[in-house]
């Protein structure tokens, strides 16, 4: 059966690519398929479902530059200093500096993120090797269910996860929960060590 099945049909392919203003030009919808294999396979025709979204110009101009350039330099800190609500302030912030201006939904769902409550905790390091306890931080994001309607907050939650731990120095860890009120615990992530090195 190598490489592909007999009674393969059918695949589906999400792929994010980029090559400035020339996709938006790629003809879309031609009967006999929109791409080619470049290996020989059992497959009648390539097909986009839907083309490709239009480029956006980088961000890098007046204040919005030195915003982006702060977060080179951001730390837990920032979002712990001040209670719930001061927190999901800070990190609305942040996330609309990577939302794009003109995305209603995307700035709705900024808008959704209700609290940010972070405590610190000891629990088992996720390395191979012997046991080994680690002092971290748990950091519970509470979102409004309606900003993320024909959306999903687990996606945020696991950029997010990914965001915080690139923040907190190597011989910590983070662990990420995303909660709403309506479904409860929608991610709790693995406890992931910090990707800041230490100097």
Not at 64 to 80: D, E, R, V
Not at 82 to 96: M, N, Q, S, W
Not at 170 to 185: A, V
């Amino acid at each position: 059966e190598a490489p592909f099945p007999a009674d393969l049909r059918q695949i589906g392919v999400r792929a994010l690519c980029t090559n400035r203003d020339l996709p938006v030009l790629m003809p879309v919808g031609n009967a006999k398929g929109d791409l080619t294999l470049a290996q020989t396979a059992p497959v009648k025709s390539i097909s986009v479902i839907k083309g490709p979204s239009r480029p956006m110009s980088a961000m890098r101009e007046g204040k919005l530059a030195w915003k982006l350039i702060n977060q080179l330099s951001l730390n837990h800190l920032s979002l712990t200093d001040t209670d719930a609500d001061k927190g999901a302030a800070a990190l609305r912030e942040i996330v609309r500096l990577y939302a794009p201006s003109g995305d209603a939904g995307a700035q709705r769902q900024v808008d959704g993120l209700r609290s940010v409550q972070m405590q610190p905790v000891v629990r088992r390091l996720p390395m191979p090797g012997p046991i080994t306890f680690g002092r971290g931080v748990e950091i519970k994001v509470e979102v409004d269910d309606l900003a993320f309607e024909g959306a999903s907050a687990f996606l945020l939650g696991c950029v997010l996860e990914r965001f915080v731990a690139r923040h907190v120095s190597m011989n910590g860890y983070t662990q990420m929960r995303l909660h709403s009120h309506g479904r409860g615990d929608i991610l709790i992530g693995r406890p992931r060590c910090g990707t800041r090195p230490i100097l």
